[in-house]
């Protein structure tokens, strides 16, 4: 479909020049008011052509058949000079070498420049016999220009069958060197894909374009559900343009007969197959549209080698037009790529789930073993989500803050419980030691293959708005907005708890700390949003198991008497 577009784009800006070429050649034969009159008809024409050829999605909707009819105005309007305005000696007809040429760079095509060829020899026959009727011409002279006229259109026929041929075997080595290309770097991209729809959009829009297709839709066997589920929709007509294919019924059940069989579906109106006798594909083929439907399947490498299909990938044409016959294997090959790498992609994110499980439990442990720090992740966790919505934080950067919290001091495991518990003063050491907590619980996640996002967050939660936090000792510019609520809810979270060297806070004593920190370590504006929500009493429910397990509550409390 590209590739027909892009030849026709530079057909439709030559027939400019032909035009104006043309309009040259016949001025002297005929009245410039008419070639004014035909030149602005065949302009408005070709501006329109011109115009749908440059963008792919507006060219879809134009349809395959867009080409065709150029062909037949172009000669239509070649025909209707010769019949009308021009004498036997013009030279005019020459301009239908300009339709067989661009019907074979265009098509690529033998047969469709045979079918092409013969329709310029009958208008020509045509519109010569008329203008010698007209002129009452004698017979020798017609049968003389008409000669002359097929002799040349014939030998324009074969230049263009020349120019097909060629373009057709570069085409082919083009559109081979393009697979390979398509094919290797799917293979390679798909390795760094994390999140299976995104995965899926690629290879979908890989398959579409190497196809020739003019969209598709990607389905995934939901795992919990065993329902298939759309994944990925591509059309080179646009989202909007999602009615111009086949309906999603009809899509869904070549899925399913693909599902059940493991074999590929293909439609095509000049082919009788076994799944042409299908109500659907009869249905299908109604709307003039062709599809392709292969299955992604992944092969265990167990001892029984089990074949599984987990899911199916759908393309379909432009309404009538055919696809290349290559093109089924092409799909074949990236639904191989597309099963192995879904595959791969969910045992990854199964074990990346496991891990992360696991580190949370280590953390949510390593916490327990001291009352003065049970629940601190948790509950820096909910406070700092909560700071998040008062900000109006959007909700995709909600899981980064999520993640960030729950494990920002896991990396406390490195530090001993002497200096963990200790109720005096640390020394320079222990407070070296200390310092290093933030890295080392960056250092423990980096494995994990978590976003770059939540290290930064877990990294920097003792970082200060006035830049002299650790460990870089970041300036308040390089300091994102969910790292600056982290710090604050952290904070807030050892204020708010008893520690081993003071007694709980008092409400006024928060409020006093926190105005205190604010624009010295903490954002001050994320600090209004946390006493916006002290104030309406919303952390009171954070706190609660921990009030109990310690025996103590805030006093006096504002949190406590808004709550009650
Ligand atoms: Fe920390």
Not at 432 to 451: A, K, W
């Given at each position: 479909?590209?590739?027909?577009?892009?030849?026709?784009?530079?057909?439709?800006?030559?027939?400019?020049?032909?035009?104006?070429?043309?309009?040259?050649?016949?001025?002297?034969?005929?009245?410039?008011?008419?070639?004014?009159?035909?030149?602005?008809?065949?302009?408005?024409?070709?501006?329109?052509?011109?115009?749908?050829?440059?963008?792919?999605?507006r060219f879809a909707k134009c349809g395959r058949r867009l080409s065709d009819i150029c062909r037949l105005i172009d000669t239509a309007a070649i025909s209707l000079v010769l019949a009308v305005f021009a004498n036997?000696?013009?030279?005019?007809?020459?301009?239908?070498?300009?339709?067989?040429?661009?019907?074979?760079?265009?098509?690529?095509?033998?047969?469709?420049?045979?079918?092409?060829?013969?329709?310029?020899?009958?208008?020509?026959?045509?519109?010569?016999?008329?203008a010698a009727s007209v002129n009452g011409s004698p017979l020798t002279q017609v049968a003389y220009v008409l000669s002359i006229r097929s002799v040349g259109i014939i030998m324009g026929a074969l230049v263009a069958?020349?120019?097909?041929?060629?373009?057709?075997?570069?085409?082919?080595?083009?559109?081979?060197?393009?697979?390979?290309?398509?094919?290797?770097?799917?293979?390679?991209?798909?390795?760094?894909?994390?999140?299976?729809?995104?995965?899926?959009?690629?290879?979908l829009q890989s398959a579409v374009?190497?196809?020739?297709?003019?969209?598709?839709?990607?389905?995934?066997?939901?795992?919990?559900?065993?329902?298939?589920?759309?994944?990925?929709?591509?059309?080179?007509?646009?989202?909007?343009?999602?009615?111009?294919?086949?309906?999603?019924?009809?899509?869904?059940?070549?899925?399913?007969?693909v599902l059940s069989t493991g074999k590929e579906f293909i439609v095509k109106s000049s082919v009788t197959s076994e799944e042409q006798t299908s109500s659907s594909a009869s249905s299908f083929e109604r709307d003039n549209h062709h599809a392709i439907a292969v299955p992604l399947q992944w092969q265990s490498s167990g001892a029984d080698n089990e074949v599984s299909v987990l899911g199916v990938l759908v393309v379909w044409s432009a309404p009538g037009e055919d696809f290349a016959p290559d093109a089924l294997d092409i799909l074949k090959i990236f639904a191989a790529i597309a099963g192995a790498a879904i595959v791969n992609l969910k045992l990854y994110t199964t074990l990346q789930k496991s891990f992360l499980r696991t580190l949370q439990s280590l953390a949510a442990s390593l916490e327990a073993r001291d009352e003065y720090t049970r629940g601190h992740s948790e509950r820096?966790?909910?406070v700092a989500l909560m700071i998040a919505e008062e900000l109006g934080v959007p909700s995709e950067s909600m899981e980064v803050l999520r993640s960030a919290a729950e494990l920002h001091d896991i990396g406390k495991i490195g530090v001993p419980d002497a200096i963990l518990r200790k109720a005096g003063k640390l020394t320079a050491e222990e407070?070296?030691?200390?310092?290093?907590?933030?890295?080392?619980?960056?250092?423990?996640?980096?494995?994990?293959?978590?976003?770059?996002e939540v290290l930064f967050l877990i990294k920097h939660h003792h970082e200060r708005i006035d830049g002299k936090g650790y460990p870089a000792g970041l300036p308040p510019e390089q300091q994102p907005l969910l790292q600056r609520i982290l710090v604050v809810a952290d904070s807030f979270d050892a204020m708010r708890s008893r520690r081993p060297?003071?007694?709980?806070?008092?409400?006024?004593?928060?409020?006093?700390e926190l105005n205190r920190s604010?624009?010295?370590?903490?954002d001050p504006t994320v600090v209004e949003a946390l006493k916006r929500l002290m104030d309406r009493g919303d952390l009171v429910p954070i706190y609660a198991e921990h009030d109990r397990l310690t025996g103590i509550s805030v006093r006096p409390s504002r949190e406590n008497s808004k709550a009650a």
């Open positions: 479909m590209e590739k027909r577009r892009r030849a026709e784009k530079l057909v439709a800006l030559l027939r400019w020049f032909v035009l104006v070429l043309g309009s040259v050649v016949i001025s002297d034969s005929i009245d410039g008011s008419r070639i004014a009159i035909l030149a602005s008809v065949l302009g408005v024409y070709n501006a329109f052509v011109t115009f749908c050829t440059f963008s792919a999605a036997s000696e013009s030279v005019a007809w020459l301009l239908y070498w300009f339709v067989l040429v661009s019907s074979g760079y265009s098509n690529a095509s033998l047969r469709r420049l045979a079918y092409d060829s013969a329709t310029v020899l009958s208008a020509n026959a045509l519109a010569t016999l008329y069958a020349y120019v097909a041929k060629v373009r057709s075997q570069d085409e082919l080595v083009s559109e081979r060197g393009c697979y390979l290309q398509a094919i290797l770097d799917c293979g390679t991209k798909l390795t760094r894909f994390r999140d299976v729809r995104e995965l899926a959009v690629y290879v374009t190497q196809s020739g297709a003019q969209g598709g839709e990607l389905l995934l066997i939901n795992d919990e559900t065993n329902e298939m589920e759309r994944e990925a929709f591509h059309s080179l007509a646009g989202e909007s343009a999602d009615v111009q294919g086949p309906p999603e019924s009809l899509i869904r059940s070549y899925a399913n007969w820096v966790m909910k407070w070296e030691t200390m310092r290093r907590h933030p890295i080392v619980s960056e250092e423990i996640c980096r494995p994990l293959g978590l976003p770059d060297y003071r007694d709980v806070m008092s409400e006024e004593e928060l409020l006093s604010a624009g010295r370590t903490m």
